[in-house]
Every structure is written in structure tokens, then in C-alpha cells.
């Protein structure tokens, strides 16, 4: 090759090398590039799923790229995260966890997963207190009534959750151990199945995300007999807050927020925080979250991240304080 040819083929090289260089920078800016999974760790109908489908709606409709929900129910919610903590950290796989891991750590002594090492907390997205509700024909009544019974005969009413080691799990033993009272648990695979039996009558009660009881109290399907915390919530100002009810000390909240796989790189990261919260702020999401009675923490990056910390740090005492044990 002479020395002019070699000139040209080395200036082809750098040429070529530089397109290359901006096109990945393209790639990147351009994130999302192609349809991104959101791994939801409980089955269809749930309170996670209440949030993350509106989301997912939004997302799409914003970034024209489908944000595909993908149910992996299980263990209480650390099937999916497991799952989501071993995915290919290419910045196209997400994570829509909530309160009930941040109580794994406490319940599970064998995960193999850690939720502070494995995966990334980008964003807290949904917050919505704690209810109790009941199927109507079960547990007639207020909830004067309802503690009557509970106290009058022991273990008779029982309770269904999303799965051992869950907030609904978690919130009612935090209620028995508060009022004195023993109610019977039973764990099933999500929120979702569980309300189902609620709702058929096979289970009698549920200590429960407002956000996934909203639509079937309205219906009259349940009945809510108290809000978790010390006031009303604006989306169901009829139902009694603990505080009023004799429980000032009874505040539990279900929030949801989305994580990344170790790894994901900090410009997919970034990306995808930036697309989740302006998905959450369309006026359709904010309608969706009122009408839920949640609020929208946007709650980010390292603010996020101690907040999960926390409320670790928190829940594994109330789980010592109660003695709770997966049935």
C-alpha cells in the first residue's frame, strides 16, 4: 500500500470510529430505543399493578416505546425481585417493587438477593395509606362493631395478605398486637388473588393498599372500616382514620417505587427517571393516583435510596416487636 492509499484508509478508519462514537452517543440520548419490562413481583389485579399499568400507559403514549408489564408473582414479591436482580442490566429491564421488600430482609433470612447491592433505586413513584376492609356480609357493621366481635371470639375472623412478610401481612399483625386481638391469617400469592377471596367472601377481612381497594369499595363490593394513620383521606372522607378510632399509633403506608439492575448504566438511569416522572405528572396518572387517594413522592436517586433504608430499618423492628413468622 503506498503511502497515499495509507493515508486515505487511515482517515477512512478515524472516520468510521468517529461515527460509531456518535452514534452510541445517539443510542444513548435516544434512550428509550426499543420497548422497556417493567418486572411487577405480584400477580395481575394487585395493588402494584393499580399503579404500574396506568404508568405503563403513560410511558408509552409519552415515549412512543412500550413499557411492558410483566407479572412474576411469588414468595411475597421476591420471586420477581430476584428475577429483576439477575436481569441484563442493559437499561431496558425495570423494577416495580414497594413496601414489602423493604420487610424481606427481615422475613426472608435466605434471599438470594440484596435489595441495597443488587439494585438500584431510581424512583418512589406512589404512596397510599393502609385500610381495612371487609366483605360486608362477613363483618357487618362499623368498626366498633368489628372489634366487639374480634374481641368476643379469638381467631374466628380471618385475614388474607399479598403473601407472608407483606405490609398486608405485616399491617395486620401490627393491628392484633395494638389491639389485643388475635385474627387468623392467610397468605396468598398477591394482593390481587387475595382480594378476589375477599371480595367472593372466603376470606372475612384484608389490611390493604387503598390504592388496590379504592375501585371495589366504591362498588359496594367491600366495605372500608378504617384509614391507617392520623387523618381521613380525601378520596374516601367518610371512612375513620386509626387516630379518631383509638389507634394514634397505627400508621401504615404502601408505597411503590422502581428500581434498575446493578449495573444499568447512569445515562439509561437518568433517562428513565426523567420518562417516569413525567409520565406520573400527565394529568391521566395524576387522576388515577387521586382517585386512589395516593400521592406521587418523587422521591429520586440517593433520596430514594435512604428513604428504602429507613423503612428496612423500620419495619425489622416492628417484624422483632410482633414476633411475625411466615406461616
Known amino acids: ?64 416505546k412500550s413499557l411492558v408489564i410483566d407479572n412474576r408473582g411469588g ?26 421488600h423493604s420487610i424481606a430482609p427481615a422475613m426472608y433470612p435466605k434471599l438470594d438477593y440484596d435489595i441495597e447491592k443488587d439494585l438500584i433505586p431510581m424512583i418512589l413513584v406512589a404512596s397510599v395509606p393502609q385500610v381495612l376492609v371487609v366483605n360486608p356480609k362477613r363483618v357487618p357493621g362499623n368498626f366498633q362493631d368489628f372489634l366487639k366481635q374480634v374481641k ?14 407483606t405490609s398486608h401481612h405485616l399491617a395486620g399483625e401490627l393491628f392484633k398486637q395494638q ?35 379504592a375501585a371495589h369499595i366504591k362498588g359496594g363490593r367491600i366495605k372500608a372500616l378504617m384509614v391507617a394513620g392520623a387523618k381521613r ?31 444499568t448504566p447512569a445515562d439509561a438511569q437518568k433517562a428513565a427517571i426523567e420518562e417516569i416522572r413525567k409520565s406520573v405528572n400527565t394529568d391521566e396518572a395524576k387522576a388515577v393516583w387521586a382517585n386512589q387517594g395516593a400521592e406521587f413522592p418523587d422521591l429520586s436517586g440517593n433520596a430514594f435510596d435512604s428513604f428504602v433504608k429507613g423503612e428496612i430499618r423500620k419495619w425489622a423492628q416492628v417484624v422483632k416487636a410482633s414476633g411475625a413468622k411466615l406461616d
Open 179 to 213: 389491639t389485643k386481638t388475635f385474627i387468623t391469617h392467610i397468605p396468598y400469592r398477591g394482593a390481587g388473588p387475595a382480594l378476589n377471596d375477599l371480595i367472593a367472601g372466603n376470606v372475612d377481612m384484608m389490611f390493604d393498599g387503598l390504592g388496590s381497594s
Open 233 to 263: 383521606n380525601p378520596a374516601f372522607p367518610d371512612v375513620p382514620c386509626a387516630a379518631e378510632l383509638g389507634l394514634p399509633d397505627y400508621n401504615v403506608t404502601t408505597w411503590y417505587g422502581v428500581w434498575a439492575p446493578k449495573g
Open 152 to 165: 368476643a371470639s379469638p381467631g374466628k375472623l380471618n385475614y388474607g395478605s399479598a403473601g407472608g412478610g
Open 75 to 100: 414468595a411475597g414479591g421476591t420471586l420477581g425481585a430476584s428475577i429483576a436482580a439477575k436481569a441484563q442490566p442493559d437499561g431496558y429491564t425495570l423494577f416495580m417493587g414497594a413496601v414489602h
Open 1 to 64: 500500500m503506498n503511502a497515499s492509499l495509507q493515508r486515505r484508509h487511515l482517515l477512512g478508519v478515524a472516520l468510521a470510529g468517529t461515527a460509531l462514537h456518535h452514534a452510541g452517543a445517539l443510542a444513548q440520548a435516544a434512550w428509550p430505543a426499543k420497548p422497556v419490562t417493567m418486572i411487577v413481583p405480584f400477580p395481575a389485579g394487585g395493588g402494584t399493578d393499580a399503579f404500574a399499568r396506568p404508568l405503563s400507559a403513560a410511558f408509552t403514549r409519552i415515549t412512543g
